[in-house]
């Protein structure tokens, strides 16, 4: 089953991908890798977790909010396959920000919201190095944001 398939069968179906909302494209491939712009927990159009991580968002909110940032992610990666899922081959890297305040340390968890989807979207294939970083703001005012980069079958 392709990553699309996987989801459908956890209750997960992919969106439509989030337009950008600024000067820059949502994938862009290069070689044999395809990287993937930071996406917002953007749902029907609107940012669903707004605030501050340790501050109006909880942990468990955070993870949630990273979740659907993955879900964005592959619905961008999906539609730059036409759906061909046999061209990627993995996920390599996920880099995750989260507005927070400065003193909640416990991004770790929260990002595994992102890389949890991933694993369950595709298998091994799905695990990843990462990196999760705490900033002052992000855009829109979510809460997180996630980029990805896959290698892609030549």
Known sequence: MNPREKLANAGIQLPTPVQPVANYVPALQFGSSLAISGQL?????????????GDDVSGEEAQRA???????ILAVVDSWCSGDWARVARCVRLGGFFQVKDTFFELPL??????????TAMGD?????????GVSTLPMNAVAEVEALFELRS
């Open 41 to 53: 927990p953007i749902v029907d159009g609107r940012v669903a977790f707004p605030g501050r991580l």
């Open 66 to 72: 990273a979740r659907q940032c993955a879900i964005n």
């Open 110 to 119: 929260a990002m595994n919201g992102a890389s949890d989807l991933l694993v």
């Open 125 to 133: 294939y799905g695990r990843h190095v990462r990196t999760t970083v």
